[in-house]
């Protein structure tokens, strides 16, 4: 934990906004204040969530990959599943 929230989405955000900010210099100062400015509520947001649960950020993080992967299902049946299977037609 780095105040207050887990390592692994701490360097994911902060390398995207250096990353970012480092890249928008090339186009406009203003985009790496954007990037910066940004990083502070997010951090903020992921300290709150992780306030009373540390691993809430992963339950997130595993929702949101099964929902990009899981598109088959919803065409076909009009639900979304969480199963550990691809889904597959028959």
């Given amino acids: 934990m780095f105040l207050g929230v887990p390592m692994v989405p701490v360097i994911l955000v902060t390398g995207f906004t250096l990353l970012g900010a480092m890249l928008g210099l090339f186009i406009s100062p203003y985009i ?3 990037f910066v400015t940004v990083f502070v ?4 947001w992921m300290r709150a969530v992780t ?3 540390d691993q809430r950020l992963q339950q997130l ?3 949101l990959r ?4 899981l598109q088959g299902s919803r065409r076909t049946w009009g639900a979304l599943t969480y199963i550990p ?6």
Avoid: C, E, G, H
Avoid at 41 to 44: K, T
């Fill in 41 to 44: 509520p997010v951090y903020a």
């Fill in 66 to 69: 099964m929902r990009a992967r």
């Fill in 51 to 53: 306030k009373t649960d």
């Fill in 32 to 34: 790496s204040v954007a």
């Fill in 61 to 63: 993080i595993l929702r």
């Fill in 85 to 90: 299977l691809a889904f597959k037609r028959r």
